[in-house]
């Protein structure tokens, strides 16, 4: 029931902050291409990734070593999940500028803009698809490891799925609701608390997989997720005043992960 | 056309458990490595694998935080 808990919270906040992510994309295709294409190339994304998560997770269930699955799952779940915690410590530190939604909207609007082929909003526009299909896709894709991997370790795929789709869903819904106030979402406190959740349960699947039995089974999961909250704190504080700061330098100008 | 998908497919997975965090990776492999060495010793697992984690996530923090500093001069 606890990691039920944890599985549902660690998947709903990792969709919302992709979900954040694609809707900006979504948003600025919609506005300077048209929106009718834009939403084409959000349901065709959503129908692909919908297809990768039963062609791919339904057979990993039923067919691989639930051993073996912990294993690579925890694994992929230290991966994903350090490289989470790794940049909002260092953006928390103030070593990483932060993720500015509005700044990702406008030069995406620019970008969509200056293309000179012709696109209004009843006409479907090849560009505006693309852009949307591909924004939709790639931060969706991220999702999909998640919901198949936490899903699968545990035989919760169906709950990890309906986690990723409330928060798809909700995000979507506020996202229309307040006309892109996307940068007032605290996305780097989400991030980090998405990341020690992913690195706990790593942790956990990673060391049950191999043979290591945790005491209190599944509770284990609350001490890790406690243990490495203090880690990302304690990482956080000391790294900003111990070491000076390099903000200035703002991000690599390619897509990132996380 | 399934050429190109194979090598976008691979250049995703690559840059998910790569991309320019190598050491994570290599952190994970030596986490499932001593979890396996380690399945026997339960008391040692239970405290090993978590430390050594919080260890990989130190260095590519650091090592983050100064590739960073090089690359505008501080």
């Known amino acids: 029931m606890t990691s039920a808990i944890i ?19 979504v948003v600025a295709a919609g506005v300077s291409r048209g929106w009718r294409s834009a939403f084409e190339g959000v349901a065709v994304a959503l129908v692909v990734l919908a297809v990768i998560v039963g062609a791919v997770g339904v057979p990993l269930v039923h067919l691989v070593p639930i051993s073996v699955l912990r294993v690579v799952i925890g694994g ?25 939604e509005d700044a990702i909207y406008a030069r995406t609007v620019g970008e969509l803009r200056a293309d000179a082929t012709p696109a209004g909003p009843r006409r479907r526009d090849a560009v505006g698809f693309a852009v949307a299909f591909k924004g939709v896709f790639l931060e969706g894709m991220e999702v999909v490891l998640i919901v198949i991997s936490l899903g699968s370790s545990d035989h919760r795929l169906g709950l990890a799925a ?33 990341g020690i959740m992913l690195v706990s349960f790593g942790t956990f699947w990673t060391g049950e997989g191999a043979g290591v039995h945790w005491p209190g089974s599944d509770l284990a999961i609350l001490v890790l997720v406690a243990f490495f909250a203090l880690v990302a704190f304690v990482g956080s504080v000391a790294l900003k005043r111990l070491v000076p700061t390099s903000v200035g330098a703002g991000e690599p100008a390619g897509r990132s992960l996380a | 056309m399934i050429r190109r998908g194979f090598v976008a497919f691979g250049r995703f997975w690559w840059d998910f458990l790569i991309g320019d965090t190598p050491e994570l990776f290599v952190g994970a492999l030596v986490v499932i490595g001593v979890a396996f060495a380690l399945r026997h010793e339960r008391a040692a697992a239970v405290v090993t694998v978590p430390l050594l984690i919080v260890l990989v996530l ?8 100064l590739r960073r500093s090089e690359s505008t001069g501080h």
């Open chain 1, 7 to 25: 599985l549902v919270l660690a998947v709903f906040a990792a969709s919302a902050v992709e979900a954040v992510e694609a809707l900006t994309i």
């Open chain 1, 76 to 100: 992929l779940l230290l991966v994903l999940g350090l490289g989470w915690l790794r940049k909002a410590i260092l953006r928390a530190s103030g070593h990483k500028a932060l993720h500015d």
């Open chain 1, 162 to 194: 309906i986690g990723a789709g409330a928060a798809v869903v909700i995000v979507a819904g506020v996202g229309a609701l307040v006309a892109r106030q996307l940068s007032e979402v605290p996305e780097n406190t989400l991030k980090m608390g998405v």
């Open chain 2, 58 to 65: 130190g260095l590519s923090t650091y090592r983050g935080r």
